[in-house]
């Protein structure tokens, strides 16, 4: 099975107007729960999404979960003491073994906390943990816990809603996930986008429904002006993955839109789902002033 990496949600229309989605990151029907996740040993499954240049992290405050590990697993004692370019390296190198030891795997899940990290560091132990064949069915309150935390950066709170929506197809308790997805997708900031996404992609899967409500409820974001423009990007493309032509009137009108990016998807979306009549908005923006219009109307 390819394996991908996370791609930033910021980043969801290319050039070419299509859409690159991120996955993984999810939660239950009610809030996370605040206790403790116990450590519990996992094996392989797939996650996707984009990594970060470890040049642009800094160190960060420590996270009040990180917990003092006595023992650390075999090989992995000096990684308290090794630079943090060094500890992303063994990381990185443990995130291709689909079949890590226990204690490892335990280890990471306790370690993720760890704000000091840098976020590809962390990432990549997300990456270890769900790429496991026999992933922890618990593994998504992890995610849970850490996306309800405020205090985590938002780049880390967005990594976790994709790596919980990875979760979903290994959880013990998936109306948590799918809950977590519907509840922020609801919402008006970036994190918002990203659980649209993620639904999006759930139910491409087979593993979410939503009702005639979520095309209603994408309607109305995509015309509140307070729903941030990566969002909007995201419910355009959502629009035509899903191929929403009821909603091809609102599309219409974001493909005149003086925003480049919202112009872009618009057209790239008209492109999936339009009609005939839409034909002079797409050759428009053979002639637009932004290249990356004129390649999503080509």
């Not at 960060?60 to 004692?77: F, H, I, N, R, Y």
């Not at 986008?193 to 939503?210: S, Y």
């Not at 409820?217 to 941030?228: F, I, T």
Request: net charge negative; hydrophobic share 40%; aromatic share 6%.
């Amino acid at each position: 099975m390819k394996r991908n990496r996370f791609l930033p949600l910021a980043l969801l229309v290319a050039a070419s107007g299509i859409i690159a989605f991120t996955i993984i990151r999810t939660r239950t029907s009610g809030e996370p729960s605040h206790e403790p996740v116990e450590p519990v040993s996992v094996i392989p499954t797939p996650v996707m999404g984009g990594v970060p240049d470890a040049a642009t992290n800094q160190p960060k405050p420590a996270s009040p979960d990180v917990l003092p590990v006595e023992t650390l697993p075999a090989g992995w004692q000096d990684f308290r003491t090794i630079t943090e370019q060094e500890r992303l390296n063994r990381v990185t190198a443990a995130m291709e073994n689909y079949t890590l030891p226990a204690d490892v795997l335990a280890f990471f899940e306790q370690e993720i906390f760890n704000r000091q990290h840098w976020d590809v560091t962390r990432n990549n132990m997300a990456n270890a943990l769900v790429w496991q064949e026999s992933p922890n069915p618990r593994l998504h309150a992890l995610f849970a816990k850490m996306l309800a935390d405020e205090t985590e950066s938002p780049v880390w709170r967005d990594y976790c809603l994709q790596f919980l929506s990875e979760c979903l197809k290994s959880s013990s308790d998936p109306d948590a996930i799918k809950a977590i997805l519907t509840r922020y997708a609801q919402g008006k900031d970036g994190l918002a986008g990203t659980a649209i996404v993620n639904v999006g992609l759930q139910e491409a899967a087979g593993r979410m429904k939503p009702d005639e409500t979520f095309s209603q409820q994408l309607e109305a974001q995509l015309a509140d002006p307070e729903v941030v423009i990566p969002t909007k990007l995201s419910i355009l493309a959502m629009i035509g993955k899903r191929n929403d032509v009821r909603l091809l009137p609102l599309v219409r009108t974001y493909a005149t839109n003086s925003t480049d990016a919202l112009r872009r998807t618009a057209i790239a979306t008209l492109g999936q789902i339009g009609t005939p009549e839409d034909l002079p908005l797409i050759r428009a923006g053979l002639t637009d002033p932004n290249r990356s219009v004129q390649m999503a109307a080509r």
